[in-house]
């Protein structure tokens, strides 16, 4: 079979860029780890594939232009649906006239990530590695289920490397208890040799806050300023007292905060009026302490 990629296809232009396949059974926690890879900086140039845009959930403002199925990421990325097969979402990239430096491709987590990292090779990319993300909570009743049990199984088929995700959510050493039966089920699968444990990047935590009662501005302020590194994102609107006309947005990025001076908006209903905030961490913090509504002065 010839290579789709041979001088005169519409995919010459990819031929040799590398590429990086994210898998996962459903709701593993994938669109949780390129969340996180989305914060960093180091990642200009990349493209990003999907099964859908939605599952994302890329914030507003760090869409820069849509064109067709095509969305340009503040960062300098590109975010493309693979909604109609990766030859079409390729395709897209294609035409861009400067080629990606990466291409991210996140498959559905009902796919078999070696079958798409195959049909990556045959559109030419330089296939980096293949990731499966795994969730440590579910996957021995998944191993075991009569019905994806052999699907889950096969996700392990040619992958470089395995990031865990949801430890946080098991007891005191049982996420290395998992990790070791996972190891022996996959060596009596003779699966040799079996990857390797991925350590490079943690999956980020998001924890969502819904604010029932007024602020006063330095209190929010301060509480922001109290914020470790281990926070990597906050974000979200706040019901200020000193501005009881509509939401005031708020952003931390890194330990740069900003609040605004006024609502961007009326509220849709006064009756309602409350704040909402999004914090993002590193897997490894603990819960965030959300501002003290209390002691509001007259």
Known sequence: MSNVTEIGSPLASLRGVPATVVGGYLGSGKTTLINGWLQECDHQGWALLVNDLGSINIDAERLRQADGRLLELGGGCVCCTLRDGLGAAL??????????????????????????????????LALARVLLVVDLERIEALWHDPWVGELVQQQFDGIDVLQFSKGD????????????????????????????????????????????????RNRVLAWAAQLGPEVLRAKGEFWLADSPDGPVPFDRVSDRVSLAAAPNHPWRNPLQRRGQLVVISRATASAPHWPSTHLISA
């Open 169 to 216: 959510l098991l007891a005191a050493g049982e996420a290395e208890q998992r990790q070791h039966w996972l190891q022996e089920q996959l060596q009596a699968r003779q699966q040799q040799p079996a990857p390797p444990f991925h350590s490079e990047r943690q999956l980020v935590r998001s924890d969502p806050w819904l604010q029932l009662e007024p602020l006063e």
């Open 91 to 124: 395709l897209e990239l294609a035409r861009r006239e400067q080629p990606p430096a990466h291409v991210l491709i996140e498959t559905s987590g009902m796919a078999i990530p070696q079958r798409v990292a195959s049909q990556v090779r045959l559109h030419g």
